[in-house]
């Protein structure tokens, strides 16, 4: 099992782009999670989804949509990237048990 | 508002000596307290977690002491070796509210050999 795989693994973007991030995960689990990552703050949930086809926002979820298509995937779009939105964004899943991390995406937004 | 509170920040110990990072929360509806273990270029991967109803879980080195009446939660990390130099995170969720976790800031520690 590969567990939960981000792509890409490294992205620079110039302010106003858009672009979407793609997490997977082979686990068959229900609930999935993006956060971001800045020094100092640890990870803050930008949204997550209890299952195929929901979404909900979490704490951080302005400039950011998600969709769950599929019950596998994930993702996260930023229509229109801002500086303040450099960052390292990690993706999660699980179900009853404990939240299983991807390796993460870094992105930096010039 | 930082839910989770967490110090410190960074930490340096010897080898063999004891790591000790401190958590405390505000919410009282929180009842699952795990730790996350970070190295870098890597995600967090679950390293020990705790429930409210008891006080303290050992796991090999690793130990969680739990105050509820304090609303705080400490990882203690015993014999500390240099392999342990990573970045610590505590968290805390609410089971009802679909397992979304609540992270604190990190403590980045570094064992010296």
């Known amino acids: 099992n590969a567990g939960v795989t981000q792509t890409p693994k490294f992205r620079v973007l110039k302010t106003g782009q858009s672009m979407t991030l793609l997490c997977a995960q082979d686990?068959?689990?229900?609930?999935m999670y993006w956060y971001r990552q800045d020094p100092g703050m640890g990870l803050r949930l930008i949204h997550y989804?209890?299952?195929?086809?929901?979404?909900a926002k979490g704490e951080v979820p302005d400039g950011y949509n998600v969709s769950r298509l599929k019950k596998q995937n994930f993702l996260l779009g930023l229509e229109s990237a801002a500086p303040s939105q450099t960052s390292v964004y990690f993706c999660?899943?699980?179900?009853?048990?404990?939240?299983?991390f991807g390796p993460g995406t870094r992105l930096l937004v010039l | 508002q930082q839910q989770v509170k967490q110090s410190p920040q960074s930490l340096i110990v010897q080898k063999g000596g004891i790591s000790i990072i401190n958590c405390a929360y505000e919410?009282?509806?929180?009842?699952?307290f795990p730790w996350y273990q970070q190295f870098p270029g890597k995600g967090p991967a679950l390293l020990i977690a705790?429930?409210?109803?008891?006080s303290e879980k050992k796991e090999g080195r690793f130990t969680i002491s739990f105050n509820k009446s304090a609303k705080q939660f400490s990882l203690h990390i015993m014999d500390s070796q240099p392999g342990d130099s990573a970045t610590y995170f505590c968290?805390?969720?609410?089971?009802?509210?679909?397992?979304?976790?609540?992270f604190g800031g990190g403590t980045r520690v570094l064992v010296k050999p």
């Open positions: 999660a899943s699980n179900y009853q048990g404990p939240q299983h």
């Open positions: 686990m068959n689990h229900e609930y």
């Open positions: 989804s209890v299952g195929e086809g929901t979404t």
């Open positions: 919410n009282t509806a929180f009842d699952y």
């Open positions: 705790i429930r409210p109803d008891v």
């Open positions: 968290a805390a969720s609410r089971q009802a509210a679909g397992n979304k976790l609540t």
